[in-house]
Nanobody
């Protein structure tokens, strides 16, 4: 079992920045095949934002490429999402997910990001 706790969300003006953190309750290096950030806006389905694999390879949704950066710190059991040049359409609840080597998915509780125009 793994608990994930997101933090760093909030209200920011368009063009601003936020850094989200996802802290895991146990070592992610030993269990996680890949980790990712997803978001869900009101009335929309949850969608992938960015992922980072054990190999440190990354992937991003087209809408955030060049603005968002995902990273991981295995020593701190934490995954980060640096979000720059935020737009009102980035407003959503952001969720962290870990997929273990055995194929199990664990989700955090989500953190609200609101970007005002």
């Amino acid at each position: 079992q793994v608990q994930l706790v997101e933090s760093g969300g909030g209200l920011v003006q368009a063009g601003g920045s936020l850094r989200l953190s996802c802290a895991a309750s146990r070592s992610i290096f030993s269990i996680a095949n890949d980790m990712g950030w997803y978001r869900q806006a009101p009335g929309k389905q949850r969608a992938l934002v960015a992922t980072i694999a054990t190999s440190i390879s990354t992937d991003y949704a087209d809408s955030v490429k060049g603005r968002f950066t995902i990273s991981r710190d295995n020593a701190k059991n934490t995954v980060y999402l640096q979000m720059n040049s935020l737009k009102p359409e980035d407003t959503a609840v952001y969720y962290c997910k870990i997929r273990t080597f055995s194929g199990l998915d664990y989700w955090g509780q989500g953190t609200q990001v609101t970007v005002s125009s």
